[in-house]
């Protein structure tokens, strides 16, 4: 199945650090890095599609951490999820903000 790790993390059937790192952080990263190149060459459409996927990205990545840190032995699985909440409040003000800018110009 194409999107079968993707499907095992939503559930909360996977191993948190592979989730975490490789499905979560890395996609991440490179989605803000096309957004800020997007940004150097003042591409607004490139902007605005790689700030959409990382907002959807984002909430696919904070529900699939939270399940999958029932997987994870003490203190992972509460340090996790302290991670997840910061992680979503940086995710909706940063985006909110770069969003509130693009709209702007």
């Given at each position: 199945?194409?999107f079968?790790?993707q499907?095992?993390a939503w559930r909360?059937?996977?191993?948190?650090?592979?989730v975490?790192?490789?499905?979560?952080?890395?996609?991440s990263?490179?989605?803000?890095?096309?957004?800020v190149?997007a940004?150097?060459?003042?591409?607004p459409?490139?902007?605005q599609?790689?700030?959409?996927?990382?907002?959807?990205?984002s909430?696919?990545?904070?529900?699939?951490?939270?399940r999958?840190?029932?997987?994870?032995?003490?203190p992972?699985?509460?340090?996790?999820?302290?991670?997840?909440?910061?992680w979503?409040?940086?995710?909706?003000?940063?985006a909110?903000?770069?969003?509130?800018?693009l709209?702007?110009?």
């Amino acid at each position: 199945m194409a999107f079968g790790p993707q499907i095992r993390a939503w559930r909360g059937e996977a191993p948190l650090g592979p989730v975490f790192w490789g499905q979560a952080v890395l996609p991440s990263l490179v989605l803000v890095l096309i957004y800020v190149d997007a940004l150097y060459r003042r591409d607004p459409v490139v902007e605005q599609v790689a700030l959409s996927l990382f907002q959807l990205h984002s909430g696919w990545a904070l529900v699939s951490i939270w399940r999958c840190a029932d997987n994870a032995t003490p203190p992972w699985d509460t340090i996790a999820r302290l991670v997840t909440i910061a992680w979503a409040v940086n995710a909706v003000l940063v985006a909110g903000f770069l969003q509130l800018d693009l709209l702007r110009r």
